[in-house]
């Protein structure tokens, strides 16, 4: 149970963003400004966080502090008790608690989610609402327990709630600490088993096969072959076709299961495989792939298949892939390493980095290391990570915009960047400076899946758009999600080969 404690304010003026950095500039924690939303009228809705919300070895409690009815007094309260905290609270009170703080819920009418999704996100055991005297208090959570203290003699009545809390953990505090303390292959077979639940040939359920595949080939349980096998088999057996009347890269993408499946001699996937591959080369213009948008998902669609093909000797079809993604990353990749995208999507959309992640990802892992090509892609890939690396959130999660801090906190954009950072590490394309980011996006990531394999927090099918905003505004999904389960067990899988690598390869992946 949460304890929600709601205290009166007594302070004035507004805090700045100046006047939270200059708190997070104190000793201590918290010490990152960071956001969780942001206005109708464009304002980031700031936020002090501390980077151990996912620690599951850290036994210190969790307080979140927050202004709900959003006046300029409640908010200054909140910062002072920060400031508090952080100069002159008892030492044992400092070793005891750790603090986060959101001096103004100032969520558009009706966006109730984004404030639940951060307090919930901070593991809070206690929950601090600072009101004025006159004011109606939001409050916290279903389960929340309310309990209400009017006046505040401010720092006074802070060390009174935090000495006098409740003991132990929260079930939400409780929730995320077991769900970031299970292993990567634990995670990866539940997934495993759970998706696709809508098998088709297309991009989503095909990255849950391969990584399905993986997963088989780690265990050494065949289970998990069959299982790819029967749900694959109305389209090896001829029985459905394997595209429809209008041809999409998304479905030609789909085709990659088959490559994989034929590596063990299925001829019959390995028909559909080149059939797959021979429709990724086609290009209606010179670096434009034939049946996608020009987007950055372009980058994986095809790449995904013309490295299958390239890796199993087709070397036209590999030269198709460093060709697309060299103009793709010509076109789309930013001057700081990120990726916009679309030409006509000017943001750096979290899972649109993903996909250019993931096609350079696919690409390397197959290309010999005298290919020509090779070095060019590699500093494309390198100044992506570095980019996307100085991006992260206080929690370890990448967002909706990676370089938004208002924007959500968002599934794929972290399963996909972790798992194209773990593979640079564990392939040697990466120093070992990446390996923290990487631990804290697995440990992030876990975090948004639950034990039953639902996942929380995973932007809707999106298409190119306009503005920012528009990528901001998008929905994130939470339940049961092909595209978040499939990501999710790719991440877990790829998390587990690098956990696992033999630690001569660790140092030659450190020094290189």
């Known amino acids: 149970m949460i304890t929600t404690l709601i205290v009166s304010a ?277 670096g434009v792939t034939e049946y996608g948008g020009g987007w950055t998902d372009d980058m994986f669609m095809a790449t995904s298949v013309l490295a299958r093909a390239g890796a199993r000797g087709d070397s036209q079809a590999l030269e198709t892939a460093v060709r697309l993604l060299t103009a793709y990353a010509s076109r789309l990749q930013r001057p700081d390493g990120l990726f916009n995208h679309a030409l006509d999507g000017p943001a750096a959309w979290g899972r649109g980095n993903g996909f250019a992640a993931f096609g350079l990802m696919e690409a390397l892992t197959v290309m010999p290391a005298s290919h020509p090509g090779r070095a060019a892609l590699l500093d494309v890939f390198r100044r992506h990570m570095a980019a996307v690396k100085q991006h992260v959130a206080p929690d370890g999660m990448w967002r909706e915009v990676i370089d938004e801090p208002a924007s959500y906190r968002e599934e794929t954009a972290t399963a996909m960047l972790m798992t194209a950072m773990a593979r640079g590490i564990r392939l040697g394309w990466l120093d070992a400076s990446y390996r923290g980011t990487v631990d804290r996006a697995w440990r992030a990531l876990a975090a948004h899946v639950a034990d039953d394999g639902t996942v929380i927090d995973v932007c809707t099918s999106t298409g190119s758009g306009p503005t920012k905003r528009y990528y901001m505004d998008r929905q994130a999904i939470t339940g049961a999600d092909d595209r978040g389960g499939a990501m999710a067990l790719a991440a877990a899988v790829e998390m587990y080969e690098l956990a696992t690598m033999p630690r001569a390869s660790r140092r030659r992946a450190a020094s290189s």
């Open 10 to 286: 007594v302070l004035a003026a507004v805090p700045s963003i100046d006047d939270l950095q200059a708190v997070a500039r104190l000793p201590g924690e918290p010490s990152i400004v960071s956001a969780v939303g942001m206005t109708r009228d464009d304002r980031p809705i700031l936020t002090l966080e501390n980077s151990s919300a996912f620690d599951a070895e850290s036994t210190k409690r969790r307080v979140v502090v927050y202004a709900g009815a959003s006046s300029d007094a409640a908010s200054a309260a909140v910062l002072e008790a920060v400031r508090w905290f952080k100069t002159q609270a008892p030492r044992e009170l400092r070793d005891q608690w750790s603090v986060s703080a959101l001096p103004a819920v100032a969520f558009a009418d009706g966006d109730e989610k984004s404030f639940v999704r951060w307090c919930t996100f901070q593991a809070p055991d206690v929950a601090i609402e600072f009101v004025d005297e006159d004011a109606r208090p939001i409050g916290f959570a279903a389960d929340a327990h309310p309990w209400v203290v009017r006046p505040l003699q401010r720092n006074e009545s802070f060390e009174r709630i935090l000495r006098g809390a409740k003991p132990g953990r929260s079930n939400v505090h409780e929730t995320i600490r077991s769900r970031v303390s299970r292993d990567p292959l634990t995670i990866a077979k539940m997934l495993a088993a759970k998706y696709p639940g809508a098998p088709s040939i297309s991009y989503i359920p095909s990255v849950a096969w391969t990584g399905t595949l993986r997963l088989g080939s780690i265990t050494g349980d065949a289970s998990w072959r069959a299982k790819v096998d029967r749900e694959t088999s109305p389209w090896r057996s001829g029985d459905k076709p394997l595209f429809g009347d209008r041809i999409q890269l998304t479905a030609i993408a789909g085709t990659m299961v088959f490559a994989d499946l034929a590596a063990a001699g299925d001829a019959r996937a390995r028909a559909l495989a080149d059939q797959g591959a021979a429709l990724a080369m086609k290009e209606k213009a010179p």
